[in-house]
């Protein structure tokens, strides 16, 4: 009837959100966008991207592709010295991008004691440390070398780790067997209960395991154990209850089958049972496995690692190759445990924001109502962090799912330009270490991912792109 | 003396959001001065100037929050400084109720709403070009009610709209009215055969609104931001506008709003209404009715004028109930008998149009000197904004009065403490207001206005002229009402308000 200036107008609201009550009199369609300003970048880095839109998307494309495809199995297990490329006696990996030693915070610099002595090479603490700022041991990233570790994330020679093997794409990732909670290396113990341990894995569990392993007739495919636990409340980053029980379940009558003598097969049963994170190591390994296959190709913007080292925040993209974008790592607004505060806290440390990465932890907090009280908020804030991730994501996986938003599949493959350029910042789920080493986790929360690196990866992948 | 503040890590809320934030924490019991802005560098460097900073400041950026307090008890601030924290949340938990409607970009807006025609931005001016293009290229019609946006960023802007067939409105367009929709700063009219183009914001407002009083109605009214009348726009979205109405079947009779354009610009409205038998009135404030000479025009005088013009031409009414000059000068007589002091007129305006309409009148009607922030060709320059001479009219939007407050029409803070000011002045005689109803302005004015009026009200008589509608959701009925009983005198356009206070002004004087 009327003449429409615009054709039947609807509107994109963006500022003012009172500007909105005409349209809802009116009923007027309309979006009201949030708006925030970019991450501060260059505005050369910015005609450049916007310029090559149609190849970044080409590019994209073909990564995400192949991570949506990848297929983790847990394959087996060996020492660290066996499997891992380039690992050798005086090597110690680590969490997050590389570090020094007088850079390293102090769990990461207990952690690192700790592997000395497991492994034999110092007596006791002092000499540890001389050895360690020598200059005779070398430190590398664990991601440099398809290995992934929570919190310090270290791994020394003779230590066992998982491997776990990309189906699809043929590419190995390993990580180490999760100790528990506690007094525990990851979070940078190094006393004699703790080498006991570590030992006891080593020497009774380990081989254990590796026969049972081993003596499946199917791998265990971890995506599917990964899938189920999402349903069942996981989100595999700070909650790994249903994957741990999956995984038992899995493993139990293989181990009773290969187990020396029932206490042994008890013994190593229990200790999974006990230990709430078992399959945290593993989520970590199978998303890096899924992830690594998109690494490298010219062109996509597509995060391909978050980790931090408790110093520095580490990204790498799969359009700048092997270069790591680094920024402070920052302390998580957190929950403590009683007796603690902020005050006791490491900033932010290890290579678990690998699930977020690949679409997990954080990204999947819808699934995980269970943990959203422990990290702090209520089943809103849990949807939220999933929807928001949503605008920073290049897919939604099309195997995890998240049976809250309609079994929508999870926000997979944070895109650099969409951070930067939305300023929204990944988010992750994770557990506190106490800034001293030893002391164990004293608190959980969520945090947001600094801008510093997702910035300077955009300038840089800009370079990358033709003008 | 303690400092209390904290950075808050990539948070990014918009500017009217921070300042009633501001004010709520400036309220706060203990606090006795506090700031509430974004990280930028010009911020920190204005918070060391203030005595506001601290070490941890340093490390903050454009895309951070920085929340400070001071005041004498560390303790006490601790808290407020919690409390001002918490305020931050309850948007957050808003988003959560609302998620439907809400995005964070124009990106999932449009996977929302992927038939959207139109983008309308209120984001600060630096970074509004660059999003405005992006909506560009995804085909939408934008309206920038930003300012702040360069020319060069507007030339470029319009000129690549205008290839796609897009307006542009703006930037700096308070105000519009498409398809019967009010945009922005826009009041509910009635809908009929007038369609509007206007440079000016305050300026559509008063015709659409005087129009639809008059019982005609809009059939668009397109806003198309100060500059573009310049020659450097060269009329862009202008002369797209007039295009439309030409072109538009509801529309029978064009009126065209601005200041005078640029000989380029007019020529080339000339031009193109000459392809129309419709016929076109024009108020250029401030040009001559020779000016329009030759060009097939109606002359308009003032926007009251303007409207009762537009009106006319769709046979309507004969003749104007605006100026009843036996009427209005018995009421400037009234208005004298309760004057008790003073000589001069104060006018405190909100409405940019509005202030130098009343320029243009009082300089006719030659009441002696006018002073003004944004004077007329007739009119000086106040060397001190804060500082009246003579009769002085103020446009209290502009940005000397704006920077880090929300415009006068919202928050209504800074113009009360001048109305107190010039009431209580020996010199004023007279004081001038507008109220501008409508969407997007105060909600509920007269709670904010009101009590300042009653005070003010001991030392001068107050004249206010009402912009609005019956249909706005103020309501204007009842405010003219409440008004009137407070001994205000009240009028329903400007050009009667200001041409009433001249000729108490005259009479005064002993000239009428």
Redesign the interface.
């Known amino acids: 009837m ?15 959100e ?2 909105n ?3 809802e009199k ?1 009923n ?13 970048v260059s505005s050369e880095a ?1 005609n450049i991207i916007s310029n090559n839109k149609e190849k970044i998307k080409a590019a994209n494309e073909l990564a995400i592709s192949r991570l949506q495809k990848g297929r983790p199995l847990l394959v087996g297990m060996g020492n660290a010295i066996d499997v891992i490329p380039g690992m050798k006696k005086n090597l110690i990996l680590h969490a997050g991008p590389p570090i020094t030693w007088e850079r390293m915070c102090g769990p990461m610099k207990g952690a690192v004691i700790g592997a000395l002595l497991y492994e034999g090479m110092a007596k006791n603490e002092i000499e540890a440390e001389c050895l360690a700022k020598s200059g005779e041991i070398e430190f590398s990233p664990c991601h440099e070398h398809q290995a992934v570790g929570p919190m310090a994330g270290i791994i020394s020679a003779s230590m066992p780790v998982f491997i776990v093997q990309n189906a699809e794409f043929g590419n190995f990732t390993y990580s180490t067997q999760n100790e528990g909670l506690g007094k525990v290396l990851r979070y940078g113990a190094f006393s004699s209960e703790v080498i006991e341990r570590l030992k006891w894995m080593e020497k009774v569990m380990y081989p254990t395991l590796k026969k049972a392993i081993e003596n499946k007739k199917e791998k265990i495919d971890l995506k599917n154990i990964i899938l189920q636990a999402l349903h069942m409340g996981d989100e595999v980053h700070n909650r790994n209850r249903a994957g741990t029980s999956l995984l038992y379940r899995s493993l139990a009558p293989d181990i009773v089958t290969v187990a020396p003598d029932k206490e042994t097969a008890l013994a190593v049963l229990n200790f999974m049972n006990g230990n709430d994170h078992f399959f945290l190591n593993l989520s970590m390994a199978a998303s890096k496995a899924i992830i690594d296959p998109a690494r490298n190709i010219k062109g996509s913007s597509l995060v391909v690692t978050m980790a931090r080292n408790g110093t520095d925040f580490g990204i790498q993209l799969s359009g700048t190759g092997s270069q790591w974008f680094t920024g402070k790592a ?1 302390f998580v607004d957190a929950l403590y445990f009683p007796g603690y505060s902020v005050k006791d806290a490491n900033p932010d440390i290890g290579d678990s924001a690998i699930t977020e990465t690949a679409g997990l932890g954080g990204f999947a907090m819808a699934a995980a109502f269970a943990i959203v009280q422990f990290v702090g908020g209520n089943a ?2 849990a ?2 962090y999933s ?2 991730m ?2 920073i994501t290049l897919a939604e996986s099309t195997q995890f799912q998240i049976p809250a938003l309609n079994f929508r599949g999870t926000p997979t493959g944070i895109d650099v330009v969409k951070v930067v ?5 990944p988010v992750i789920n994770t557990g506190v270490a106490h800034k001293d080493p030893g002391v164990g986790q004293v608190g959980a929360g969520v945090l ?1 991912a ?2 510093e690196p997702f910035s300077k990866a955009y300038e840089e992948f800009s370079k990358h792109l033709e003008r | 003396m303690f400092i209390e503040g904290k950075v808050v890590k990539g948070r990014y809320f918009d500017s009217v959001f921070l300042m009633k934030m501001a004010r709520t924490v400036s309220e706060f019991e203990g606090v006795q001065d506090s700031s509430v802005v974004v990280g930028s560098a010009e911020n920190i460097k204005i918070l060391k100037s203030a005595e506001l900073f601290l070490e941890s400041f340093s490390e903050a950026t454009g895309n951070d929050l920085i929340i400070v307090l001071k005041g004498v008890d560390g303790q006490i601030l601790n808290e407020a400084l919690l409390k001002a924290l918490e305020l931050m949340n309850p948007k957050e938990n808003l988003s959560g109720k609302k998620n439907n409607e809400q995005t964070q970009s124009l990106e999932s807006a449009l996977t929302k709403l992927p038939k959207a025609n139109l983008a309308l931005f209120s984001i600060a001016g630096k970074y509004v070009a660059e999003e405005a293009m992006n909506a560009l290229k995804q085909n939408l019609h934008v309206m920038l009610f930003s300012d702040n946006v360069s020319l060069e960023d507007e030339i470029k802007l319009k000129t690549y709209g205008r290839d796609k067939g897009l307006f542009v409105m703006g930037p700096d367009c308070g105000t519009a009215i498409i398809d019967g929709v009010p945009l922005a700063f826009a009041n509910a009219v009635h809908r009929g055969p007038i369609g509007v183009v206007a440079a000016s914001g305050t300026g559509l407002q008063e015709v659409t609104c005087l129009i639809s009083n008059l019982g005609e109605g809009i059939s668009q009214a397109i806003g198309t931001g100060g500059r573009d009348i310049k020659k450097e726009v060269g009329g862009i979205c202008f002369l797209m506008g007039v295009e439309a109405l030409m072109n538009d079947p509801e529309t029978k009779v064009i009126l065209l709003v601005s200041k005078p354009p640029h000989e380029d610009v007019m020529n080339k409205i000339t031009q193109k209404v000459k392809g129309t038998t419709k016929p076109v009135i024009a108020l250029f404030l401030g040009a001559t009715k020779e000016s329009l000479k030759e060009t097939g025009i109606h002359y308009a005088e003032n926007l009251a004028d303007a409207a009762f013009l537009a009106v006319k031409h769709c046979n309507k009414i004969n003749h104007s109930p605006f100026f009843d000059l036996e009427e209005l000068k018995k009421v400037a007589g009234s208005i004298l008998t309760r004057a008790k002091k003073g000589q001069y007129l104060r006018a405190l305006y909100s409405g940019g149009t509005f202030c130098y309409e009343t320029q243009l009148i009082l300089n006719k009607l030659g009441v002696g000197e006018v002073f003004s922030n944004a004077p007329t060709a007739h009119s000086f320059k106040l060397e001190n904004n804060f500082q009246s001479i003579r009769h002085t009219v103020l446009d209290l939007g502009e940005d000397e009065f704006t920077v880090g407050r929300p415009h006068p029409m919202i928050d209504f803070s800074l113009r009360n403490k001048r109305i107190i000011e010039e009431a209580k002045n020996p010199e004023t005689m007279i004081l001038l207001l507008d109220l501008v109803l409508g969407y997007g302005a105060h909600l509920n004015p007269l709670a904010d206005l009101l009590p300042t009026l009653k005070e003010a009200l001991q030392y001068v008589p107050i004249i206010v002229s009402v912009t609005g509608t019956d249909q706005d959701p103020q309501g204007r009925r009842e405010i003219m009402k409440t008004l009137r009983e407070t001994g205000i005198v009240v009028k329903e356009s400007n050009a009667q308000a200001a041409t009433l206070a001249g000729l108490a002004l005259k009479l005064k004087g002993g000239a009428v």
Do not use: A, C
């Open positions: 009327s003449q429409k200036l615009f054709g039947n107008l609807q509107v994109v609201n963006i500022g003012l009172s500007f009550l005409p349209f009116m007027i369609p309309h979006v009201q966008v949030l708006w925030r300003p970019s991450l501060v910015k920052p809103d804030t949807l939220n929807k928001q949503y605008e350029e939305k300023n929204i910042l947001n600094p801008s």
